[in-house]
């Protein structure tokens, strides 16, 4: 289902980042999930886990959160190196990342929300992204 | 604003008063903090300042520099770090905000020095707002008139309950000021946000409106203040009714003190910068009734410190690229999302920033690829991407500094406590010592540093060029094929 995305700050989200606890289970817990409109949390089948893929297929899951503050039609992820996963680098010659209002597919996920040094080591290894990317994959 | 260190009972315990937060814009001066040997207590301080106050006893604080993820000798770690930069023909710098302005400072002038490109939190951030600033200008004010004369807070795009938790307390909704005595009973809320944020529980008015439709609504606005009808499409497209604009106006007309406070829902979202312009071109429009201002909710504690900075020393706030000799700025091409993007940088310092956690994957990715340089302290997705960590000192707690409020009020903040190391006293200290570092290793290679220091002290290096010189070198620059 195409859905659209804002990511945006939480203070608990906060507290974690400015208290240096940024690869403990606690961040995992107050930024790696997604808010949904009641209205598509059913349609999506009231699901625990969702995965969200983004325009250029990078794809990440996370916990399900059924919440009457969004509108039927948008998600919101909190800040954070989940949400990254799918936020685009297109900036509009801003310098400012598409964070808000970027459309993604959403749909049922399976396997587990990433712990974040299990993130960082899936995404992130200095030593397997060394070989360096083709244009293609690096364009937006 | 004064800040006292008493003995308390226990030998170690200090008790310090009116201590400066450094976490988010509103730069807090009004904390007391409390710190023996094994614990911090604070009193006023949000969930996010008690967790920062906290670090100062936390255990996974980094203490020693780490290369490739191990312990390493100090002298060791600088010279890592400034052998990175030397042998990098496009170097970048990432100047965060949680430090203070000295710091910031010398950031910049190896940035210059090495002809580089220095960047900072606002491209993430309010680079659009700031952008906005340029092309219409601000009509801003200080958070003390706001307390004390605001009657009505629009919070456009922003979720301060969130992002600056005392905001509303301390500086608008809850303040009971000089001409606000009543508190919120003397004041008006309108909250523009499509999600029902906990900031908009507390709205008069919430505008709900679709993702990516500031730009209409502010336009809306506009376009009934100036006394015409909005297009019948208009409730179609924001999904906003026609009986809330025009309630949203009528706040507008009727408000003696109005602020619009701006968040990233603005700035992040589609059309960005001319979204930022139309509400500053609404805030010009609305001093026809009252009095009107708009600020910046500032997230991050010194942010608009990098912005003030950066302009002071090279005339530009942020995405500044040195490597013609003279800086040159363009948000787009010289700002840090797009530079990793296009895989241009070869080498990165980032300074008190996760840059790993906070830009998107894309971007990541070539940090990846090249060598980092961090200023970290604790353990998180960029001290994982770094090859050199050198460990952080906390900037008013464990070194003075200056921090730029949310409306561009320098403050200075004092320190209370030593950091747990010798090797560096604050990161301005970490920073001269690579500096130096630096230079040290271009006079070893020959390169002469004479030019660079020469810039370094009377700004930029074209200010000291004759007219036909500097001719000259523009006919150079304009015959290079553009890449």
Known sequence: ?140 | MSSEAQEGQTSNKITCTDVTCPVCGLTCDDIEVEVDDVSVVTRNACIMGDAKFKELRSSHRITAPLINGKEAPWSDAIDKAAEIFVNAKRPFFFIGSETATEAMSVGIEIAEMLGGLVDGNATICHGPTVMAIQDVGQVGCTLGETRNRADLDIYWGANPEDSHPRHLSRHSVFQRGFFTGQGRFGRQIMVVDPRRSTTAEHADLHLQLKPGTDFEVLNALMTILNGFEPHESFTEVTGISREDIYKAADMIKDARFGVIWVGLGIASTRGKHYNASMAMRLTQLGNKYGKFVILANRGHCNVAGFNEVLAWQCGFPYAVDFSTGEPRYQPGEYSTVDVLRRGEADALFCMCADLGAHLPKRAVERMCEIPVVSIETAEGPQAFISDVVLPGVLDGMECEGTFYRMDNVPCYARSFIDPPFDFTKSNEDTLIQLRDAIKRKLAARGKTTETVEGAAETGSKATTLSEEEYVQRLDTLLSQPQS
């Open chain 1, 1 to 140: 289902m195409e859905i659209i995305l804002n990511t945006g700050g939480t203070a608990f989200q906060g507290a974690c980042v400015k208290g240096g606890r940024k690869f403990t289970d606690e961040y995992t817990q107050e930024a790696a999930y997604c808010d949904i409109n009641p209205e598509d949390f059913v349609a999506l089948g009231k699901p625990w886990l969702v995965k969200i893929t983004n325009e250029y297929g990078d794809s990440v899951v996370l916990q399900a959160k059924k919440t009457d503050r969004q509108q039927k039609g948008e998600i919101f992820i909190p800040r954070g190196p989940w949400a990254n996963i799918v936020v685009t680098t297109y900036t509009e010659s801003t310098g400012s990342p598409a964070y808000k209002n970027r459309k993604v597919e959403i749909e049922e996920g399976s396997g587990p929300v990433l712990g974040p040094v299990t993130l960082m080591k899936k995404y992130y290894s200095k030593r397997t992204n060394r070989t360096g990317r083709t244009p293609a994959e690096g364009g937006a």
